[in-house]
C-alpha cells in the first residue's frame, strides 16, 4: 500500500504569533486504501493533522522531523486536491445562499466555491460531479438552492463536493458534527456505503460510538501526540477512553461498533 502520510517527529505552531504548539512530536503512517479513525478531544489537534494531510500547513522545520506525503516532501497542492478529498464543515458558509447545490459540487473543478458567469464545464466533469451527488444520495435536491437545504443536505453536498475528483482518499472532519439525530443517522449510512465499496475514509470524530465497523484502525491524539494507534479493539479500551477523556467511561461492543457511556 502506497503511503498516504508519513510524520517523524512533527510539531506544528498555531496562531498568528504561532504561540499555540498544536502538534507535539506526532509520528504517523497512513496508507492509501486503509480507512482509519481519528479520535480525540476538542483540541487534541485532530484539524491540525488533517491541515497536514491537504498540505495546507508544514511542520516546524528540525533535525530528525519530516512531513511526506505520497512519499514526497515537496508537493503539488494542485495534484494533492485530485488524491486526498478534505471536508471541512466550516466550509459550508463559503457558497452564497442561491447558488445551486449542483454547482457547489461542480465549482471544485476550478478550485472555486460557486459558479461565476464564465466558467464553462466539460461533460466529463458533469457527470462525475453527477456520480458525487449519486454516491450521496442527494440527486432530487441539485436544482435546490444550497442555502434552503437543511444542514445534513449540505454536509453530504460538501461531501459529494470532495468527492468529484474521484481522489483515492477522502478525509472528513467530524462530518456529523451540529447534525440532528436522523441527519447524522443518515450521513453514517452514506458514508458506510462508500466504505463497503471499498472508498478510503479518513474519519475524524470525538464520538467512539460513530466509528463504523468497517473502519479497522483507530488513532487518539491527546494534546496535540498520538496517544494510541492500532486495531480498533485494542485501542478503544476502557482504560484509554477514560485516560483520553479524562473521565471515567466504559465500552460495550455490537456487532463491530462500540458504544461508550460514562
Ligand atoms: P481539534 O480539531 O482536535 O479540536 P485543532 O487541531 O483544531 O484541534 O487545534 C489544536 C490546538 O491548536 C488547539 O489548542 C487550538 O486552540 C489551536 N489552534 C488551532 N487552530 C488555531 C488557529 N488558527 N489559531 C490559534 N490556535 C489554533
Ligand atoms: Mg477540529
Known sequence: MEKLLELTGARVWRGDDASVEALRGVTLSLHEGESVAIL???GSGKSTLLALLAGALRIEAADGAGCRLFGEELWDIESLRHRIGLVMPEEVSRFGPD???????LSVFRGAYGVVPGMRFSMAERKA???AVDAMGVEAMVERPFGCLSSGEKRRFLIARAMA???GVLVLDEPTTALDFAAAAGLQRVLRRLLKRGRTLIWVTHHPGEIPPEIGRVVMLKEGRVF???????????RRLSRLFGLHLKATWSDGWCEVRA
Not at 229 to 237: A, E, N, S
Request: avoid cysteine; charged fraction near 30%; aromatic fraction near 4%.
Open 40 to 42: 480525540g478531544p476538542n
Open 228 to 238: 494510541a494507534d492500532g486495531p480498533k479493539r485494542d485501542v478503544l479500551t476502557d
Open 99 to 105: 447558488e445551486s447545490a449542483f454547482h457547489v459540487v
Open 129 to 131: 460531479a453527477s456520480r
Open 165 to 167: 475528483h474521484d481522489p
